[in-house]
C-alpha cells in the first residue's frame, strides 16, 4: 500500500506593527521528496544569532534566504520532518542516487553530513531538540545502540553522531528546533 504524502502544516507568524498585535503571514507548506515518497522535510523559521523583534524586523520571511539547514553558531532552524519506513528504500524502485541529489538540493548544508557508507547516520554542531509527533522512530547511536522512541517522547541532542530510524510500517513525523553552537575540542 502506497503511503500518504505528508500534510501541509499551517504555519502562522504574529508580529508587532504600531504596538500591536498583527497576524504577518498565515499559510500551509509542506516540502515533500520524488525520490522517497513519504519523506518530507519543511523548514518552518529560522533566526540569526541575535534575532530582532518589532517593526520592521519582520518585514520579510527569512525562511527563503536560507542557504545552509545546519545554524551557524546561535542561529536557529525549526523544521518539521516526516520519515517513511526504512524498508520503503529496499523498494525496487527506490533510486538512492537520484534521493541524494535531491537531499543536497532541498537540504543544503545537512545533506552533506551524511556519511556515505551508512547514509542515516551524520554529525552537526549544534544542539538539537527534537520531538515526536506522531508515530514512532529509532534514534541510532551507532554500534548497535538505539533509542526507540514514541509520540510525544523528547530528545535533547549535543553534536554527537546519531542517525533516525523508522523501523515501523507507518510515517514517523517529527519537530525539531537546531541551535548552532560551537564544536570543543576532544
Sequence with gaps: MPLASPAPIRRVVIGAQNGKPVILSDERSVR???????FSNTLMWTTPAQPQVGQPALAADPVPAVTTFVPPVGETRFMIVTFPPDASMGDPGFNGEAFGKELAEKMPGLAELFEPEDPAMHITDSVDYGVVLDGEVWLDLGAGEEVHLKRHDVVIQNGARHGWRNKSA???????????????PA
Design 32 to 38: 515533500e521528496f520524488d525520490n522517497l515518497p513519504g
Design 170 to 184: 507507518g510515517i514517523a513525523t517529527m519537530l525539531f528546533v537546531l541551535i548552532g553552537a560551537q564544536r570543543q
